[in-house]
């Protein structure tokens, strides 16, 4: 019979040394499953051609490269013609050597989107890389999960900073154009 002045982990059968062991448990089963997603994703980037059996619509990549090509060509023009009125990036903070930071919690608005593809992105000489074709669920809106590598130049004299990761893009039906309403990316700096 256990009484008041019992430990709750002892009164339980938990000792320290069990609920030790129980955490290293834990702790590997978290691992593996990191690893699992980590090789999952590196399946997908190296190897995401779709196979001849996938179908993109064509109209639905013309508008995540559209999309991309205003990016890379500092074109606030292009972007403005390619995205919502609503348009929102959400973003997680930048993954570092595979760790994980938490989740999608930053969120920006066409301005900022403006204001990075005409200030910032051509200082730091930014550009996107697409692997493969877009993944597309959706018959509208449409998600396009697209494969992506992103290398800025931080400032002058310093190497490259490269970053991998993948964007969902959210594209909807509006007045009969094709346009990205969402991007939510989740994206982790390359190490040496």
């Known amino acids: 019979m256990t009484t008041l002045a019992d430990q709750p982990a002892t009164a339980a059968g938990r000792t320290p040394e069990r609920l030790e062991k129980r955490n290293r448990r834990l702790l590997v089963l978290s691992a593996f499953l990191a690893v699992v997603v980590l090789a999952l994703g590196g399946w997908l980037l190296f190897d995401s051609d779709g196979g001849a059996e996938a179908s993109i619509p064509a109209e639905i990549d013309a508008v995540v490269e559209d999309y991309f090509n205003a990016w890379n060509a500092y074109d606030a023009d292009a972007l403005r013609a390619v995205t919502t009125d609503g348009f929102r990036i959400y973003e997680?903070?930048?993954l570092t050597e595979f760790t994980a930071s938490g989740p999608v919690s930053l969120s920006y608005d066409l301005d900022w989107a403006l204001n990075r593809i005409e200030v910032v992105y051509p200082t730091v000489e930014a550009r996107?890389?697409?692997y493969g074709g877009p993944v597309v669920a959706g018959e509208g809106p449409w998600l396009a999960a697209q494969?992506?590598?992103s290398v800025r130049v931080p400032r002058p004299n310093?190497?490259?900073v490269e970053f991998r990761g993948v964007v969902m893009l959210t594209i909807v039906d509006e007045d009969g154009t094709l346009k990205v309403a969402r991007d939510i990316g989740i994206r982790y700096e390359v190490k040496d």
């Open 128 to 130: 996107w890389t697409r």
């Open 158 to 160: 310093l190497p490259p």
């Open 147 to 149: 494969v992506v590598g």
């Open 92 to 94: 997680s903070e930048y």
